[in-house]
């Protein structure tokens, strides 16, 4: 998965939430919960949904997924997202760092950033380093 919808909130039934939408979440957590690192807690309660599988370079067919999603749950996603207890509502891109550029560079079209705002979303682009960065 390279992009996820999140939404989360400190006082955030998961549960209730998620039994008033038809989206499956990935994963999905609940405040107190231990968190994957031993000996750390969740603060707060939330989901994650799968929004692409396309690769961490490959951020063009990531926001075509996005777009088909976005376009495809909006209701659904307008009942996460404006939730009363949602406190953040995010769609996050998994980039991959590209080493041999000083810059780099992720554009959005105004039509999804538009769509991404009517339903209350925050955007975030998480940048990944590959392989070719680790060697």
Not at 18 to 35: D, F, H, Q, S, T
Not at 53 to 74: G, K, M, P
Not at 100 to 121: K, P
Request: charged share 25%; with cysteine.
């Amino acid at each position: 998965m390279s992009c996820v919808l999140r939404v989360s909130g400190e006082h955030l039934d998961i549960d209730v939430l998620l039994r008033g939408v038809n989206l499956i979440p990935i994963v999905a957590w609940r405040k107190g919960e231990e968190r994957f690192l031993k000996g750390q807690f969740h603060a707060d309660s939330g989901a994650n949904f799968d929004v692409s599988d396309a690769e961490i370079e490959d951020v063009a067919r990531q926001i075509a997924d996005a777009e088909l999603y976005l376009a495809t749950n909006y209701n659904e996603i307008s009942i996460l997202a404006l939730s009363a207890d949602v406190a953040k509502a995010t769609l996050d891109f998994a980039v991959a760092t590209r080493p041999e550029f000083v810059t780099q560079t992720s554009s959005f079209s105004s039509a999804f950033l538009q769509r991404v705002a009517e339903l209350g979303l925050g955007l975030a682009v998480s940048h990944y380093p590959t392989q070719d960065d680790v060697e």
